[in-house]
């Protein structure tokens, strides 16, 4: 029975996974034709924009604890100097164009507190460029609290086509049930690598 169950989340997962990366792709062909200073993307200048070697930009950031505004403040773990974090920390820009995959794991606490019996999480990209502010629903979830404390995972995959200047940044709900003081290997956390020119 357990070993039906864990296939089964599995063979989920796999299905979630194809899913998010044809949104993405799809995203990434879409904003590259409605953009006018963009040419439209076939599949040959697909395949060249994936010929040319990226650059070894990437960057490990975790969720720092702080109260201001709406936006998830981060923490640089390690990152090299082709993404900056804004002054309150909310929003990371690229200073390097190309195609960035970034990975975003946020793990809630998920212990009853009184208040309400079912709580709704939920994961949103919010991506600046010059032109517009757009934002992504990157994951959500509804879970039931528990009397004992239990962790929920929300996680997403994110493939965007960035010029330098470039912001993004992540709006989490419920922000205050993060788990934001894990100590290594922490739960909670973006990476962020350059994955084409």
Excluded at 35 to 59: D, L, Q
Excluded at 154 to 162: H, K, P
Aim: aromatic share 10%.
């Amino acid at each position: 029975m357990a070993h039906t169950a864990r296939a089964h989340v599995t063979w989920m997962s796999a299905v979630i996974m194809v899913a998010v990366t044809a949104s993405c792709v799809t995203w990434l062909i879409v904003s590259r034709e409605t953009i006018p200073r963009v040419k439209i993307i076939n599949g040959t200048s697909m395949a060249n924009m994936f010929t040319v070697p990226p650059s070894p930009a990437h960057c490990l950031l975790k969720v720092h604890n702080s109260t201001n505004g709406i936006h998830l403040a981060w923490e640089e773990e390690w990152c090299d100097e082709k993404f900056s974090l804004n002054d309150d920390k909310t929003s990371i820009t690229v200073q390097e164009p190309g195609v960035y995959l970034f990975y975003v794991q946020l793990t809630y606490s998920l212990k009853k507190d009184g208040n309400s019996s079912n709580i709704h999480l939920n994961l949103t990209v919010e991506f600046t460029y010059t032109e517009a502010q757009v934002e992504f629903n990157g994951a959500f979830d509804n879970r039931q609290l528990t009397e004992k404390e239990q962790d929920a995972h929300l996680s997403a995959f994110f493939l965007l086509n960035m010029t330098a200047g470039n912001k993004l940044s992540i709006i989490a709900y419920p922000k205050n049930r993060i788990k934001y003081d894990d100590v290594r290997p922490f739960s909670s956390y973006m990476t962020i690598i350059r994955y084409a020119a």
